[in-house]
C-alpha cells in the first residue's frame, strides 16, 4: 500500500545524497572509498565562529528566536550586502532560515501558483525543479552546453518566457558546473527580464566566495532589477559551516512578509546558537573565506589538469565553486566485464563500485552527457580520485 501524497510522489530523491549514502555504506564494509559526491568543504569552521557559539550558549542562547532571526543577525546580513555587494537593505527584508535550501524552497512556495512556470538552466542544481514540482509549478529547463561555458543566452532566455513564466533561478557561482555569471552577461539577461515585470529571479549565490574571477556579480545589482530579486545565500559554504543550517534571504519586504508567515507555520526560526554564530561569521574578518578560496584554486587547476588527462573527458575550466562538470558521453555504449555504460549515472555507478570513486551522474541535474566531481577535498585525495579514474575508464571498450 502506498498511502503518501500525489505531491510527495511527484518527487524524486536527491541524487547526490543518494550516491554519498551508497558511498558511505561502502566505506562502513571496509572499502577505500574517495568520496567526490557531496558538496560540502572539508574544512572545519574557523575558531571565532566557534568560540562565538560557545559564548551564545553561556549567554542562554537557547529560547525560541524570532521566526526571521534575531535583530543582530539580520543586522550583520545588511551590514554585509552593503559592504560586499554594495545593496542597500533593511533588516525588515531578511529573513534567516534552516539553511539556503530552505530560502530556495520558502521563495517558491510563497510566489508560485498551481501551473505556474519556473524557468531553470539546466545543467542545475538537483533539487531546483523538485521544489518546482513541491510548489505546485512547473520546471522548464534551458540547455546549456559546455560549449557556452553551462550559461544561458538572452535569446535562450526570452524564449523560454510564456504568459505563465513566474520566475527564473540563477545559481552563480553554479552547482553543479562552477560557472560564474559576469556582470555583463547578467545585464544581458536582464534587460530581458525589464520586459516582463511580473518575473521574480532567485539568484542563489550560495558560493559567491569560492569565486576564482575577482568580485561577485549578483543580478540585482544590475538597475531596476533590485525589486524583482531574492537573493539567496548562507554561511554553509563560505565559511564550512554546512551543519550549522543558516541561510537567509534579502529580498522585497512583500516576499519577506510571505516567506515568514510560511516559515512561522512550518518550523519558526533557525536554531538560537547557530544565528550567533553566523552574525559572528559576516561580521568577523573575513582572512578566513580568503584561506579557504585560495586553497579550493589551487584544488580546481590540479584536478582540471588532471581531468584533461583522462580520454574521453571534456572539460571547461569552472570559474566558481568546487566542481567540475565534465561530459563523458563517449563512453557510453562501452563494456566491461557483464557492464554496459549508457546513461552518466551508469557511469558515475562504475566509477564508485569499480575505482571506488564516489561521483553523480548528470542525469539529475539536466545535463546527461556529464558527471559532477567535488573537489572539496585534499589534493592526495584528487590526485589518487584522478589516476583511478583513469586506470579504470580503460578497461571500458
Not at 132 to 150: C, H, W
Request: net charge negative.
Amino acid at each position: 500500500m502506498n498511502n503518501l501524497s500525489q505531491r510527495l510522489n511527484r518527487l524524486q530523491p536527491s541524487a547526490t545524497l543518494a550516491m554519498s549514502q551508497k558511498s558511505n555504506e561502502m566505506k562502513a564494509r571496509g572499502i577505500d572509498i574517495i568520496n567526490m559526491s557531496i558538496g560540502e568543504p572539508d574544512f572545519n569552521t574557523p575558531e571565532p565562529i566557534k568560540e562565538a557559539a560557545k559564548k551564545a550558549i553561556d549567554d542562554n542562547y537557547s529560547h525560541y528566536s524570532p521566526v526571521p532571526g534575531y535583530p543582530v543577525l539580520r543586522n550583520a546580513i545588511v551590514d554585509k550586502l552593503k559592504r560586499e555587494n554594495d545593496l542597500d537593505y533593511t533588516p525588515a527584508q531578511i529573513l534567516c532560515s534552516n539553511g539556503a535550501k530552505q530560502s530556495v524552497c520558502n521563495t517558491l512556495m510563497a510566489l508560485i501558483n498551481d501551473e505556474d512556470e519556473v524557468i531553470i538552466p539546466a545543467p542545475y542544481w538537483v533539487s531546483y525543479p523538485q521544489m518546482v514540482k513541491l510548489a505546485g509549478g512547473n520546471p522548464i529547463s534551458i540547455e546549456a552546453t559546455i560549449e557556452q561555458d553551462f550559461k544561458i543566452t538572452p535569446a535562450q532566455l526570452e524564449a523560454a518566457i510564456t504568459p505563465r513564466t513566474k520566475a527564473l533561478i540563477l545559481c552563480s557561482p553554479s552547482n553543479p558546473t562552477g560557472s560564474v555569471y559576469s556582470f555583463e552577461e547578467l545585464t544581458g539577461l536582464a534587460e530581458v527580464l525589464k520586459k516582463y515585470p511580473e518575473i521574480i529571479v532567485l539568484s542563489d549565490e550560495i558560493y559567491e566566495h569560492i569565486n576564482y574571477t575577482g568580485r561577485h556579480a549578483s543580478i540585482a545589482q544590475v538597475p531596476g532589477m533590485k525589486d524583482n530579486t531574492v537573493i539567496i545565500n548562507g554561511v554553509s559554504k563560505a565559511y564550512a559551516m554546512t551543519g550549522w543550517r543558516i541561510g537567509f534571504i534579502a529580498a522585497p519586504e512583500w516576499i519577506v512578509k510571505g516567506c515568514n508567515k510560511l516559515q512561522g507555520q512550518y518550523t519558526s526560526g533557525p536554531c538560537s546558537v547557530s544565528q550567533i554564530a553566523a552574525a559572528a561569521a559576516f561580521a568577523g574578518d573575513q582572512q578566513c573565506v580568503e584561506k579557504m578560496r585560495q586553497a579550493f584554486e589551487h584544488r580546481k587547476d590540479l584536478i582540471v589538469s588532471l581531468a584533461k588527462d583522462i580520454p574521453g573527458f571534456e572539460v571547461n575550466m569552472p570559474d566558481g565553486a568546487f566542481y567540475i562538470f565534465p561530459k563523458v558521453s563517449s563512453y557510453f555504449g562501452k563494456s566491461y566485464e557483464t557492464r554496459t555504460i549508457q546513461t552518466s549515472t551508469d557511469f558515475a555507478m562504475f566509477l564508485l563500485e569499480v575505482a571506488h570513486v564516489a561521483s553523480v551522474g548528470g542525469d539529475d541535474f539536466g545535463s546527461p552527457d556529464c558527471i559532477r566531481l567535488s573537489y572539496a577535498t585534499s589534493e592526495e585525495n584528487i590526485r589518487e580520485a584522478m589516476k583511478r579514474i583513469r586506470e579504470t575508464v580503460a578497461h571500458l571498450k
